[in-house]
């Protein structure tokens, strides 16, 4: 595994300190490292892991603290930052969209989690497989989920594009992000490809009544 788990808790624990990360986000955000985490195979192969972390504005970020912690900028454009880190681990920092419009109780004055990403970038066939099999850990855990890209089309969002991804969604405002496939920047251009609003966050679609008075409505696992 190349992502360093002792270096990432003490960066999580930096973020929460710097009031950047919640409680409850730091708790979601360490769990990536517990031995029942369901997507434990995807991550052993991943070659980073990142935390995407809307902000009121980048320019108010610590980065000579980032700085301090070894951290680099690898990518920068307007209202989106990106540092690179010792053990693998990512911090991007934005204030500008890149998720679907959903109901959420996100304030965009103050930082919060928008997803955690693993980055999976060989393109070899062992990795596809283990890529692909994220619907079918989705399922079993009762977790939405939704493709972008099918490998031949690629995804294109933040300035960088990859060949495909998966996201995931483990409940309200707890998204993962699966990407496969190199890693593209475009300087001078913006990728369309926003984030999939989570359907956590949507109203419940109430079923009809019928003769089956007691039926409840369930959320439909399989998303295409």
């Known amino acids: 595994m190349k992502i360093n788990f002792q270096n990432l808790n003490n960066l999580l624990q930096m973020l929460h300190g710097e009031q950047l990360l919640t409680n409850d986000e730091l708790q979601f955000a360490l769990s990536v490292a517990k031995n029942n985490f369901p997507f434990a195979s995807q991550l052993t192969i991943a070659d980073s892991i990142h935390y995407h972390i809307h902000v009121h504005n980048i320019g108010m970020l610590p980065q000579q603290l980032f700085f301090d912690k070894e951290g680099k900028i690898v990518n920068k454009q307007e209202g989106y930052i990106k540092y690179s880190f010792p053990g693998a681990v990512n911090l991007i920092f934005s204030h500008i969209e890149v998720a679907q419009k959903e109901q959420t109780k996100n304030n965009s004055d103050h930082a919060y989690l928008d997803h955690i990403g693993i980055d999976i970038r060989s393109e070899d066939k062992k990795a596809y497989i283990i890529f692909q099999q994220i619907p079918f850990l989705a399922a079993q855990n009762d977790y939405y ?20 991804k998966y996201w995931v969604y483990a409940g309200k405002n707890i998204n993962y992000e699966f990407a496969f496939g190199p890693l593209v920047i475009h300087e001078n251009g913006f990728g369309v490809d926003l984030r999939p609003a989570n359907p956590f966050n949507k109203p419940a679609i109430e079923e009809s009544e019928s003769c089956c008075a007691q039926t409840k409505s369930k959320a439909k696992i399989f998303i295409n």
Request: glycine share 10%.
């Open 145 to 164: 989920f939704k493709r972008q890209g099918d490998g031949v089309d690629v995804v294109k969002c933040c300035h960088m594009q990859v060949k495909e």
